[in-house]
């Protein structure tokens, strides 16, 4: 593994059942990211974790729950899924998190994902 | 309000120079972030500026001026792998990003 990955990489669900979409780092980054981006707008924060163990609410974060066990793994569940969430999902990690203004944040390849 | 504007679509010759702009309004200001990010592909990191003025990496530099809430993204000697959208994020106060839609750049031979 190098860098982020997310599974599964493309997805197609029926409104109210549960999922859970992956995303593992092997950075060792203190901090992690969860985005929808959608077409015409720009990238929107679910959720977010500064460290293990902590976890914050971002711009969208109704219909989404996030935990952060250990440095490596930030699950994104969505707990009755909605046609309203179809959306690219992507994941990213940052190695300081807020607090240090230049920060690059790095993402995944995404998880498609569809609700119909 | 909280709002990043950037063209939606812009078209340029390869080998030629091509600026893509930013304006934006947002709850302070710690940094102006763009990436890139191919069709179907993940964003990746190109330029951060925090203080005004010229960022220089390469074929890529980036622009900006923080009293008129102002940022560009200058692409040289343009190649075809250049087309992609170009994202402008600026770093808020509370050390969010908050990400504009996005500028498609269609590169023609």
């Known amino acids: 593994i190098a860098g982020i990955t997310q599974a599964p990489t493309s997805q197609i669900l029926a409104a109210g059942r549960r999922m859970t979409l992956r995303c593992t780092q092997d950075?060792?980054?203190?901090?992690m990211y969860w985005y929808r981006q959608d077409l015409g707008l720009g990238l929107r924060l679910i959720h977010y974790s500064n460290t293990a163990g902590t976890t914050g609410k971002g711009e969208v974060p109704d219909g989404y729950s996030v935990s952060r066990a250990n440095t490596d793994d930030f699950p994104l569940t969505l707990a009755s899924a909605v046609p309203s969430q179809t959306s690219v999902y992507f994941c990213a990690s940052s190695e300081e998190g807020p607090g240090r203004a230049a920060d690059t944040q790095y993402f995944g390849p995404g998880t498609r994902l569809t609700v119909l | 309000g909280q709002n990043i504007d950037q063209p939606t679509e812009m078209t340029a010759t390869e080998g030629a120079i091509v600026q893509i702009n930013c304006t934006y309004q947002t709850s302070g200001f710690n940094g102006l972030f763009w990436y890139q990010q191919h069709a179907g592909e993940a964003p990746t990191f190109l330029s951060y500026?925090?203080l005004d003025g010229l960022e220089e990496k390469g074929r890529f530099s980036s622009f900006l001026s923080r009293s008129k809430g102002y940022s560009y993204l200058l692409l040289k000697e343009l190649q075809m792998k250049d087309s992609a959208s170009y994202l402008c994020a600026v770093l808020q106060s509370n050390y969010q990003l908050i990400w504009g839609a996005g500028t498609k750049l269609i590169i023609k031979p």
């Open positions: 500026n925090v």
């Open positions: 950075m060792r980054h203190n901090a």
